[in-house]
């Protein structure tokens, strides 16, 4: 049996400064409602090797460690792609595995193997403890993980779902994409179109040294489209995508109004053909949640991984914009600007009854006031002063351990009105909407944005479609240009499936909820036409 054996060493830190204290201090919200104490049913392969996940943490304990853990993942994926009338792609996987987390002598090692080949207990646990010895050899955390995990029991979490998605037919499925992609295509200008659907159902067990025994199954549901334009004679090519990102939930999600929410996005497209380029200038611009989260995503939320600001991610010293010394210091927008951190919110991919280390479902804020003032964290790094971090850990994968992780974000609803309340106090303004392109500079201080739709604002009153909007400014001067931000209908909770493509050490999915807000003096360029 083949066992993939990890050992984490962080360098870099000042261990004066951040080995003070090991209490991680925050404010836990009462677990959910989907959660239900009762006993543990486990699915697929990990069902049959049950038994075996708590002999691996007894083996660990026995050979010295503190604290033992292991996470087992079942996971479902089916994805399908139509292009055109076509099926381009039709994937359907699944895979398991276990991983065995310890902590011995100051220092954490892993040790992970495939479902298939579990049932050697001791040996798992004897090549993690040895991980765990070389690093205790070279560097040792200060840090009790026993003192942020209490003895849960057994008990359950589930995502809400109305419809498995994965006990609806294929064929119903193709259907779906199929009406989305057929009804742009009888439009001679819009000549191409695709539609995607991804779904993913991971169950998870979790059994520690600590007595807890938690079970959790995730659901996910992501369906979308887009369409392409193409103007013959000014040799213009746009594309306009669906509003709706991924969340979590059964099949369900596909019952919203799809249909019109195509509708508009080929209008969105045909009228950005003929559209006249947007005039260079810094203008007061309403940014609708569909942009909004994904620059959120893209240029703020990074800086909060707490690898960053400890300056352990690997990056030349001195790149990290926001350092432990800024927390509860350091203004990053105005007052109005919230932003809070959520594992219990609604549809959020996120969302559930624990971390992946087994400490209850939390609400914490990161933002108050517009000041730095909390930081995602774990018990894998150096201790940071007490009542900074708050404890998060998640994986996407069952070989890569539990780690630091970005909870769902939520950026609070201001006292300003909704959307067209914000666009009724601009006098020459832009509005801007559609997920696009963004682009960052390395040290992410930096950002372009492309969105895919906007619009001219008079007198209060959106006006005229204009193209080849760009807005390219720092992270600093845009999160502080806010003057108004909404709330109401229009508030969005979005999320990327994939956030290692904004921070590669990101794994995990989660969502971001935001409303419509109203930045001033944001430059704005006209991005060159290219045939």
Known sequence: MNFLVQATVHQGMD??????????????????????????????DIAANADWIQDAVDAATSQGASY?????????????????????????????????????????????????????????????????????????????????????GEQSWETPVEIDPFKVPVEEKIAF??????????????????????????????????????????VMTYPNFAVTAFHQKLRRMDSRSSSFEAQSGGWEITKRNFKSDLETAM????RTQTAEPVKEGKYQVVLHPSVLWDVLFETLLPHFDPRSVMEIDGRRPGDAWLRVADIGNKRIGPASLQLEADMTLAD?????????????????????????????????LPALPAGIGFPCTRTAHWSEPAGPSMPNIIMQEGTDGDLNDLISGVDDGLYV???????????????????QAAWMIKGGKTGDMVRGVEIETSVEQFWNAIVAIGS?????????????????????????????????????????EQS
């Not at 209008?267 to 045909?270: A, R």
Request: hydrophobic share 40%; net charge neutral.
């Open 177 to 218: 994409l199929r009406e989305l992609t057929t009804y742009p295509l009888k439009i001679q200008q819009i000549p191409y179109s695709v539609a995607n659907l991804f779904m993913q159902e991971s169950t998870r067990l979790l059994v520690n040294s600590a007595g807890s025994r938690l079970r959790q199954k995730h």
């Open 15 to 44: 261990r004066r400064d951040f080995l003070k204290s090991s209490a991680v201090v925050g404010t836990l919200a009462t677990l959910p409602a989907g959660i239900q104490a009762r006993g543990v049913k486990d699915d697929g």
């Open 433 to 451: 909407k559609g997920r696009g392109s963004i682009v960052t500079n390395p040290q992410r201080t930096l950002f372009r944005l492309k969105p």
């Open 348 to 380: 959020g991919l996120a969302t559930g009854g624990w971390d992946d280390s087994g400490r209850p479902a939390l609400r914490m804020p990161l933002l108050t006031d517009g000041v730095f003032s909390h930081l995602p964290w774990d018990d894998t």
């Open 68 to 152: 033992a853990e292991v996470l087992s993942m079942h996971e479902h994926r089916e994805s399908i792609q139509l292009r055109k009338e076509d099926v381009h792609t039709l994937s359907d996987s699944s895979e398991s595995g276990y991983c065995l987390r310890v902590f011995k002598d100051g220092a954490w090692g892993t040790a992970v193997t495939a479902a298939w080949e579990a049932g050697r207990a001791k040996d798992l646990a004897m090549h993690a403890c040895s991980a765990a010895d070389a690093v205790a050899a070279q560097q040792r955390l200060d840090n009790d993980p026993a003192s942020t995990r209490g003895d849960l």
């Open 267 to 270: 209008q969105e497209v045909l």
């Open 488 to 528: 109401g209908k229009e508030t969005m909770t979005a999320g990327d499936l994939f956030p290692s493509r904004a921070n590669p050490l990101w794994s995990a999915p989660f969502s971001v909820s935001v409303p419509p807000t109203l930045f001033a003096d944001v430059p704005v360029y006209a991005a060159r």
